[in-house]
Every structure is written in C-alpha cells, then in structure tokens.
C-alpha cells in the first residue's frame, strides 16, 4: 500500500512499480521500496486488519495497491510449536520453537510469496502467470490462480516428486518438465514469461514482490513470541528469499522501535547442493553448483545456474546479521525428518526438517551457544514426499500375535 517503485539493489536506479525481472541499466536484482515514513508506523504491526485472514491483516506492509486484488487461501497465521522433546532428545541446552509452515494451505510456505505474486498479478490485469520450482512454488502458485481464474503454466526439473507434480496438476495447472535441474526449469520459464508477456512467479529473487510476503514471518514471530526475538531463526535455503524477506520483517519492527535487536539468521542447504554454503565456508563468490545432486531434499536443490546474483544477496544478509550458512548431509536430513515428525508429531518433508538438525550441528560447533533461543522454519508438509521407505504392517488374526 506504501510502496512507491522499484530499485535496483546493485545501482540504486529506481523503476515504476510493475512486472520486472532486473535492472535495464545493469541486470541487479530489484527490491520493492516504500515511502518509509507511512510504511514504519507501528500500528501497521499492533492493530493489524481484521477483516483478512493470516498474513493479509498486515497488507499495509506490503505492496499490493488494492486490498480487492488480494487471492487468499487464508495462508500465514502458522503456529509456533515449542520443541522441548526434541532439545532433550539431542541434549541441546537451547530454547527451541518449531514454526510449523506446512500448515499453509498448499502445503508448504511457497503460499506466502505465491499468495502475494498472484495478487500483484491480479492487480497488474494479467490473464496468465508462469512459475519455474523444484515442487513447492508450482503447486502454490496453481492454486492461487486457481483461486483468482488464472492461467497457470509450471515448468519442473524432470526429476520432481510426483506427490507435487499431481497436486500442481489438480489445480488445473499446464505443467511442463524440463529435462535438467531447477536452473534448467527457471531459465525456460523466463524465456515464456518473457515472450508472452506472463508474470514470472517464481520464488527465487526474480519477482521482486514475491520476497515482500515472506516479511510476514518475521511479524508473526513478534506476536508469537510476545515480542520476544529469537537469538536465532534457522531457515532452509533454496536461493534464501524466504531469510532474506524474514530478516527484512525484523528490520522493519526495529525501525518501528517494537524491538529492541534483530535475530541471526542461519541458512541451511544439502551438502549435495550447497552453493551459498560453500561460499560462506570459502569466502569466495557464489558459483553454480556443477557436481550431481542426489538429495532427498529436492525442495532446496538448487545449483544458482546463471543466477548467483541471486545467492550473493542471500549472503549479504547473512553478513549483515552476523548469521551463517551450514549443511547437512542425508543422513543428517534422515535424522531432522524423523525427529520433526516423532518428537513433535509434525508431517514433514525432508526438505523442510534440515532447519532442525542445523541448530544441532551448530551447536556442537560452538557457533550456536548454549542459553540462545531459535526458531526453526519448517517449510514443506510430509504429504508431498513420496519417496519414503516404510516397512510392512505385519499381519496378525488374533490379539496374541501382537507384539509391541
Ligand atoms: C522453496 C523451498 C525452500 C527454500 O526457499 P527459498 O526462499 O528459495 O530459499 C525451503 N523449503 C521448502 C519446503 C521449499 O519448498
Ligand atoms: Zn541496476
């Protein structure tokens, strides 16, 4: 509602508020910009609209003109779980909270920025919108336009998991698989978005107004913590929009002076694609991840081809916050799902449980201290992982075959 253009994040040039994918004059990335002055008005935050559901009660926030274009499900409001069992379990002297992401309606926190990307398209009077995911980002951005009787066209790695390919579909999606990564996928939806002229929806850092949504994160936290902030939010990181726009929320409430200091964010990968953490660990720039990729957390497998712009913001704010990047192996993944799922009793996929076994390893790496509190995102529901393993129920006929 505040927002007032579009700026470049590397030459500050500043563009009028409507679909763009990155600066004419130099190919930065570009990022929403408000008049700050009626944006940071703490009522926005203490007395949020009523008349919407979840994360539209703060559409003050963000940069939708008219509240007529918003296309909800009801997404957002997700609870904050404490995770006693699982600190006890692992004997980690930490405070540590669940926020549990799954719940939205699609199934994975992608309805956040799909729920604003559709809307702003909406707004823009597009009849069509494109998106390019690993899983998650399809099948949100379908039923948003489903919602709003809008076209939508998926392109997706080869690869991606039927359970998310059927779900995409059954909003009545027209999804495409492309026979290569996500990289591969994304360059083929820009190419269509381009074209046809078909807003570009994808999660990454691409459309500027999808990263706006994931602000309401850091709001919700606020509430639900009472105001308290978390030492720590751990966050499983694709090219890192959902950290990024969750530390931005935060700096928005301390510039609003209702709190008094900001989180660290920790972003997490698979060790088998971990551009951004390789970085971090090296201190060099962001390069495309080239070496294959067998991970059962699909969701966040992301090699930055000819994106790593895209990587380097996630970084900046990573530095900025004084956060860090760290990986997990499959095992470690294994470990993250099942515990999400038997100590909390939360359905989660792979992809979405890493922010939990982050906070383990990092403990034990002295970066998180004992006595911190942290918050973990727990971004994608078990439904949409089809490739478990389970053992077959034995058979019995009576109650004295039972054992347990
Ligand atoms: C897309 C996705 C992520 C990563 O989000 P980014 O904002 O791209 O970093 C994390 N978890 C799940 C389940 C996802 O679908
Ligand atoms: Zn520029």
């Given at each position: 509602?505040?927002?007032?253009?579009?700026?470049?994040?590397?030459?500050?040039?500043?563009?009028?508020?409507?679909?763009?994918?990155?600066?004419?004059?130099?190919?930065?990335?570009?990022?929403?910009?408000?008049?700050?002055?009626?944006?940071?008005?703490?009522?926005?935050?203490?007395?949020?609209?009523?008349?919407?559901?979840?994360?539209?009660?703060?559409?003050?926030?963000?940069?939708?003109?008219?509240?007529?274009?918003?296309?909800?499900?009801?997404?957002?409001?997700?609870?904050?779980?404490?995770?006693?069992?699982?600190?006890?379990?692992?004997?980690?002297?930490?405070?540590?909270?669940?926020?549990?992401?799954?719940?939205?309606?699609?199934?994975?926190?992608?309805?956040?920025?799909?729920?604003?990307?559709?809307?702003?398209?909406?707004?823009?009077?597009?009849?069509?919108?494109?998106?390019?995911?690993?899983?998650?980002?399809?099948?949100?951005?379908?039923?948003?336009?489903?919602?709003?009787?809008?076209?939508?066209?998926?392109?997706?790695?080869?690869?991606?998991?039927p359970g998310k390919?059927?779900?995409?579909?059954?909003?009545?999606?027209?999804?495409?698989?492309?026979?290569?990564?996500?990289?591969?996928?994304?360059?083929?939806?820009?190419?269509?978005?381009?074209?046809?002229?078909?807003?570009?929806?994808?999660?990454?850092?691409?459309?500027?107004?999808?990263?706006?949504?994931?602000?309401?994160?850091?709001?919700?936290?606020?509430?639900?913590?009472?105001?308290?902030?978390?030492?720590?939010?751990?966050?499983?990181?694709?090219?890192?929009?959902?950290?990024?726009?969750?530390?931005?929320?935060?700096?928005?409430?301390?510039?609003?002076?209702?709190?008094?200091?900001?989180?660290?964010?920790?972003?997490?990968?698979?060790?088998?694609?971990?551009?951004?953490?390789?970085?971090?660990?090296?201190?060099?720039?962001?390069?495309?991840?080239?070496?294959?990729?067998?991970?059962i957390a699909g969701?966040?497998?992301?090699?930055?081809?000819?994106?790593?712009?895209?990587?380097?913001?996630?970084?900046?704010?990573?530095?900025?916050?004084?956060?860090?990047?760290?990986?997990?192996?499959?095992?470690?993944?294994?470990?993250?799902?099942?515990?999400?799922?038997?100590?909390?009793g939360l359905y989660?996929?792979?992809?979405?449980?890493?922010?939990?076994?982050?906070?383990?390893?990092?403990?034990?790496?002295?970066?998180?201290?004992?006595?911190?509190?942290?918050?973990?995102?727990?971004?994608?529901?078990?439904?949409?992982?089809?490739?478990?393993?389970?053992?077959?129920?034995?058979?019995?006929?009576?109650?004295?075959?039972?054992?347990?």
């Open positions: 509602m505040f927002a007032t253009h579009l700026r470049c994040r590397d030459c500050q040039a500043q563009y009028d508020l409507k679909m763009m994918y990155a600066c004419p004059k130099c190919g930065g990335l570009l990022e929403v910009e408000y008049d700050q002055a009626n944006l940071l008005n703490p009522e926005h935050i203490l007395h949020p609209d009523s008349d919407f559901y979840g994360l539209w009660k703060f559409h003050r926030m963000l940069p939708l003109k008219d509240t007529k274009n918003i296309v909800s499900l009801g997404e957002g409001d997700t609870p904050i779980l404490r995770a006693d069992r699982i600190s006890q379990t692992w004997e980690l002297p930490i405070d540590l909270y669940l926020k549990a992401e799954m719940l939205n309606p699609s199934g994975s926190f992608k309805d956040r920025p799909s729920t604003m990307a559709v809307s702003m398209a909406k707004e823009l009077g597009h009849k069509a919108v494109v998106v390019a995911s690993s899983g998650n980002a399809s099948a949100a951005v379908a039923s948003y336009a489903a919602r709003a009787g809008i076209q939508c066209i998926v392109f997706i790695p080869k690869s991606t998991d390919i059927v779900q995409a579909q059954s909003y009545g999606a027209k999804v495409f698989a492309v026979d290569g990564t996500f990289s591969d996928a994304y360059d083929m939806s820009m190419k269509c978005a381009v074209e046809y002229d078909f807003p570009n929806c994808t999660s990454t850092y691409v459309n500027p107004y999808t990263v706006e949504a994931n602000k309401t994160v850091a709001y919700e936290i606020f509430y639900q913590l009472k105001g308290n902030v978390p030492d720590y939010i751990t966050v499983p990181i694709g090219t890192g929009p959902l950290l990024a726009g969750t530390f931005k929320g935060f700096e928005e409430l301390l510039a609003m002076g209702l709190i008094t200091k900001l989180p660290k964010m920790i972003g997490v990968q698979a060790q088998q694609c971990m551009p951004i953490v390789r970085a971090f660990t090296d201190g060099s720039p962001v390069l495309a991840w080239q070496e294959p990729i067998h991970t969701g966040i497998a992301d090699p930055l081809d000819g994106y790593t712009k895209d990587g380097e913001t996630t970084l900046k704010v990573i530095d900025l916050c004084s956060g860090a990047m760290v990986s997990l192996t499959e095992e470690e993944i294994k470990k993250s799902t099942d515990a999400v799922e038997q100590l909390i989660s996929e792979p992809t979405g449980a890493v922010s939990v076994g982050a906070v383990e390893k990092l403990f034990h790496e002295n970066v998180i201290p004992a006595g911190s509190s942290v918050v973990c995102l727990v971004t994608g529901h078990g439904f949409k992982f089809t490739k478990r393993s389970f053992s077959s129920p034995s058979v019995i006929h009576t109650l004295t075959d039972l054992t347990f």
